[in-house]
């Protein structure tokens, strides 16, 4: 495992409980049609192909905790196809509780790299994540409905990230939770899993959500996980409308529905990006207020009710220091 910030090891500390700790995913290793951890079951009725996939990110367990449920429960679907997939399963082996944040990735963010032609490039070294990629992107190309499941460095309010199209909007609020739906542009550094091939496109009926569960050890978002696992299940046909109704008999209702659009996606241009304060996510800002530099340069809040969305701690050149949005009606 490579050690510098632009490897695995983050070299961020961190400031929060480990209150989660990832499963044992062995038993998933063989698959069911050739890739290991990728799991397909067949109705044999007609249907979609619904998806969901988790540990796209090796320090974010809770994704993983929710599969480990819905395989041990002999989750089936009802119509169509259902698939539940691992992804960096290298990462999620190399947890550490007592440096959580160093498993992220093995040499590469997995998920910055599936723009067009990224995979496809002869030059590129094959990292373990490339590799990875390459493997489950046969599979990943039959999926129609696509849940993927993560969580944020910071505590902040769980959201769904729509991606840059109404069609991700739509599937959202078809689910329901989490309560705040973000659509944006995805990041510089690269395209997104759920912005892969029809997610992405707008003549497709193919559609993806990504759901961000909290901070990544917190013990809440193990729930937000369940939770939006099954009414994503729920929700697309996959299983029965009263699915894991035991599990859910605990849940709060969902509060009304927000809806929050990324005007820009602050990509660092510096090796000296600062914030202007502590952010964490969600705060409002008004118009013109100050929100960090990069070098020499200001970021200030372009709209009159400015959000920031997910700002980062890793703020190195290259990668997405925060996304800057405002409300949208629905």
């Excluded at 961020?12 to 698959?31: K, M, Q, R, S, W």
């Excluded at 049609?33 to 090796?58: E, K, L, N």
Aim: glycine share 8%.
């Amino acid at each position: 495992m490579t050690t510098d910030r632009k490897g695995s090891a983050t070299g961020l500390p961190n400031p929060f409980p480990v209150e989660l700790t990832p499963p044992d995913i062995t038993p998933y290793a063989e698959g069911t049609d050739g890739i290991p951890y990728v799991w397909t079951f067949d109705s044999g009725r007609p249907g979609p192909h619904v998806a969901i996939t988790a540990i796209v990110h090796g320090n974010e367990p809770c994704g993983a905790l929710a599969l480990d449920w819905l395989l041990k429960h002999e989750t089936r679907p009802v119509r169509g196809k259902l698939s539940f997939g691992f992804m960096n399963v290298a990462a999620h082996e190399a947890f550490d509780p007592d440096v959580p944040d160093a498993s992220r990735w093995i040499d590469e963010d997995f998920n910055r790299l599936w723009s067009p032609g990224r995979l496809d490039d002869a030059d590129r070294p094959v990292t373990e994540e490339v590799r990875r990629a390459r493997e489950v992107r046969p599979w990943l190309d039959t999926v129609d409905l696509l849940l993927d499941i993560h969580s944020m460095q910071s505590k902040a309010q769980a959201l769904t990230i729509a991606g840059l199209l109404p069609k991700g909007r739509d599937l959202a609020r078809s689910v329901g939770y989490p309560d705040l739906v973000i659509n944006d542009h995805g990041h510089a550094e690269g395209m997104r899993m759920r912005d892969h091939g029809g997610f992405s496109d707008p003549a497709s009926p193919r559609n993806a959500m990504l759901v961000e569960c909290g901070q990544h050890w917190e013990a809440a978002a193990e729930g937000v996980a369940m939770e939006t696992a099954i009414r994503f299940l729920r929700a697309t046909g996959a299983t029965a409308p009263d699915f894991a109704d035991d599990w859910m008999a605990n849940r709060a209702a969902p509060e009304p529905m927000q809806f929050f659009q990324v005007s820009r996606a602050v990509t660092i241009e510096t090796d000296d990006f600062r914030f202007a304060q502590d952010w964490t996510g969600l705060e409002r800002l008004p118009k013109g207020t100050l929100i960090g530099h990069d070098g020499p340069t200001e970021i200030r809040a372009p709209h009159p009710v400015t959000v920031l969305i997910m700002p980062s701690r890793r703020l190195w050149r290259g990668k997405t220091a925060v996304r800057l949005a405002e409300p949208v009606a629905d």
